[in-house]
């Protein structure tokens, strides 16, 4: 079982940037497509960007499209979420997730479909 620690978040305004990382612990993250998803209070954990095992393809939800870019760096075992142009609406506890099997479009945004997830970092964005 694979162990995911995520981190970088933090409290910045709004225009800001934050890089998120979210490493292995125990397994290597080359052999897992990966994801990102987040939940506002109140609200449902919603996807936000994937990437496949090579990082050949990547899927990012409208909402934060031309902001945020998802990348991994399988040698350090660690995928990111660099967010930029934050804005308020950003708010929430982000948490990276882990499939062990491929999928493709929208089979790729749903919570259930991954297999694995770390415990979250929190982003506030403030105006």
């Known amino acids: 079982q694979v162990q995911l620690v995520e981190s970088g978040g933090g409290s910045v305004q709004a225009g800001g940037s934050l890089r998120l990382s979210c490493a292995a612990s125990?397994?290597?993250?080359?052999?897992?497509?990966m994801g990102w998803f987040r939940q506002a209070p109140g609200k449902e954990r919603e996807f936000v960007a994937t990437i496949t095992r090579s990082g050949g393809t990547i899927y990012i939800t409208d909402s934060v499209k031309g902001r945020f870019t998802i990348s991994r760096d399988n040698a350090k075992n660690t995928v990111y979420l660099q967010m930029n142009t934050l804005k308020p609406d950003d708010t929430a506890v982000y948490y990276c997730?882990?499939?062990?099997?491929?999928?493709?479009?929208?089979?790729?945004?749903?919570?259930?479909?991954?297999?694995?997830w770390g415990q979250g970092t929190q982003v506030i964005v403030s105006s």
């Open positions: 997730a882990a499939r062990t099997s491929s999928c493709s479009g929208s089979e790729c945004f749903r919570n259930a479909a991954y297999d694995y």
């Open positions: 125990s397994h290597t993250l080359s052999s897992y497509l």
